[in-house]
């Protein structure tokens, strides 16, 4: 008498517990597909607000919906540059710093470490903004690897005009493009911050294939959280277009390295994810240079200028200039 | 590129000033010179897509009045050129605001026809064809070799000059450029 309704009621938290568990599947499986979801929206919301200072998870699905239709009919490309992404310039003695930002980011990356040479040192320091840099993805779209070296050698011979000898500091792509340079110029000394000259990404090889139909495509969670940190001006997304002339900005630099013969500085970060540490080796053993240094920042992630140890970076540099000049 | 000028971050050109008043003769002139696809007037977004709706409720109505009227909504044959028409338009809107992605959305969209005229033949006797088929597989056989594979053969195929070549070309004519200014 007693037992069937308990039995009854372990058959109910036997079907509730089932339920549960099938709840816990379908969410286990489903998860995945929330995430893209939510990339999406991410992406589109990013899209439309010309990558803003937007958090990913702000979105509503009208605007994805506009989204959707703006990628696939582009309005105006925004060609003014922002406040405060510009190239800057600091007068000093004749020796002059050239620093170059890296891929999708801007001169502002390089503020703290030119008043640090330009103050502590008295360089001559000039920062250049790259074509297609500091205004929107969409005009960063319409450049390829020749308008930023371009722009770079502008901003080369501008320098050239005041200063005797002349040292490129480069971070990331700006890094290669100051290796390209070097290779075709003559310059005093190279410092590279996390240059990348080979890298393997996911089906790289069709990258000009996807780049058609997908643009735009945001950047980690964990990337745009540090932009947002430190009030970076860096896309939040990176056009398709743009990092398959980034790749082959890598291939030319492959074919140009050997040529450089200037001093090199090459600084590493341990936690980079972007560029392996075997870039710099490979850098190293290619360049003609007599005097080759290295500096690894263990605890950086690859913006080593905004990491834990951009002090140590930055003494570094001052260091190896000193020496070499 | 945006280095020439360092303190003005706004590289917002500046609109054209044309001196020169075209005087009337001049403008006849031109206008009589201009091509076919230049006298073609210009409509606003919303156009195509109303007449298309218009169209496709004048198709509607002839439809429901003339019998039998026996298919789904009564609706008996109609559903065939309201779906070609409004099939034409995304496709074609598609590749004229998009055209570098017109090899693959037009691929896609052909196979979705073949599909759609595949399953037409098969539903349709006799089905005492190749394959069960009457009489699609000639359009649907246009369609894969002219609508799927010339356009992908083609896209893969495009010739594309490497990167170390476009960047000495580059290099080149920046010293010659170098070279001239000097000269001058």
């Known amino acids: 008498m007693i037992s069937k309704p308990s039995l009854e009621k372990t058959d109910e938290t036997k079907e509730k517990k089932k339920s549960h568990d099938y709840r816990e599947i379908a969410s286990q499986v489903l998860s995945p597909y929330k995430e893209m979801f939510s990339w999406f929206n991410s992406f589109t919301i990013n899209f439309i607000k010309k990558d803003a200072s937007s958090s ?3 979105s509503t ?27 800057f310039f600091n007068q000093g003695n004749e020796i002059g710093v050239l620093l170059t930002h890296g891929f999708s980011s801007t001169a502002q990356e390089m503020q703290e470490l030119s008043h640090l040479l330009n103050e502590e040192n008295g360089y001559t320091t000039f920062a250049v903004l790259l074509a297609g840099h500091g205004t929107s993805p969409g005009d960063l779209a319409q450049t390829d690897m020749i308008d930023w070296y371009k722009s770079f050698k ?39 911050m996390c240059a990348p000259v080979k890298v393997e990404y996911f089906m790289q090889d069709y990258l000009f294939l996807i780049a058609d139909l997908l643009k735009y495509f945001p950047r980690r ?13 860096n896309y ?44 710099a080796e490979k850098i190293r053993s290619q360049v003609n240079s007599k005097i080759k240094e290295d500096f690894f920042a263990p605890e950086s992630h690859h913006t080593v200028l905004f990491g834990p140890e951009k002090q140590q970076v930055m003494r570094e540099i001052q260091r190896f200039i000193k020496t070499v000049i | 590129m945006n280095n020439k000028n360092i303190t003005n971050h706004n590289t917002e050109e500046k609109p054209l000033q044309n001196d020169e008043k075209l005087d009337e003769k001049t403008i006849k ?8 696809w230049d006298r073609i007037p210009t409509f606003k977004w919303w156009v195509t897509p109303l007449n298309i709706g218009l169209i496709c409720i004048f198709l509607l109505v002839i439809d429901i009045v003339t019998l039998p009227n026996t298919a789904f909504l009564q609706i008996d044959w109609a559903w065939w050129p309201i779906g070609g028409l409004i099939f034409t338009y995304v496709v074609s809107f598609i590749i004229f605001k998009r055209p570098e992605i017109a090899w693959i959305v037009g691929p896609i969209l052909m196979v979705g026809a073949s599909g759609l005229l595949l399953a ?8 005492d064809g190749f394959w069960k088929l009457d009489w699609a597989i000639i359009p649907i056989a246009a369609l894969l070799t002219f609508g799927v594979l010339i356009p992908i053969v083609t896209k893969f195929g495009r010739k594309k000059d490497k990167p170390i070549d476009k960047f000495r070309k580059a290099v080149e004519e920046m010293k010659q450029q170098e070279l001239e200014q000097e000269s001058d």
């Open chain 1, 56 to 58: 990913f998870s702000s």
């Open chain 1, 61 to 87: 699905s009208m605007q994805s919906i506009f989204a959707l239709i703006d990628n696939l009919a582009p309005r105006k490309v925004e060609r003014n540059v922002r406040d405060k992404a510009g190239p």
């Open chain 1, 154 to 192: 502008e901003g080369f011979d501008l320098l050239k005009q005041t200063c005797s000898k002349i040292i490129l500091v480069g971070h990331s792509m700006g890094a290669t493009l100051s290796l390209l340079l070097a290779a075709n110029e003559p310059v005093d000394a190279i410092v590279t």
């Open chain 1, 221 to 233: 969670k964990e990337e745009v959280a540090l932009m947002d940190k430190h009030k970076m001006l």
């Open chain 1, 236 to 279: 939040r997304v990176s056009s398709l277009k743009a990092v398959d002339n980034l790749l082959e900005l890598m291939e030319i630099a492959r074919d140009e390295i050997h040529k450089v013969t200037a001093p090199i500085l090459t600084i590493t970060a341990g936690k980079d994810k972007r560029v392996p540490l075997y870039n």
């Open chain 2, 29 to 36: 002139e031109f206008a009589t010179k201009r091509t076919f």
């Open chain 2, 120 to 127: 037409l033949d098969l539903i349709f006797p006799p089905n």
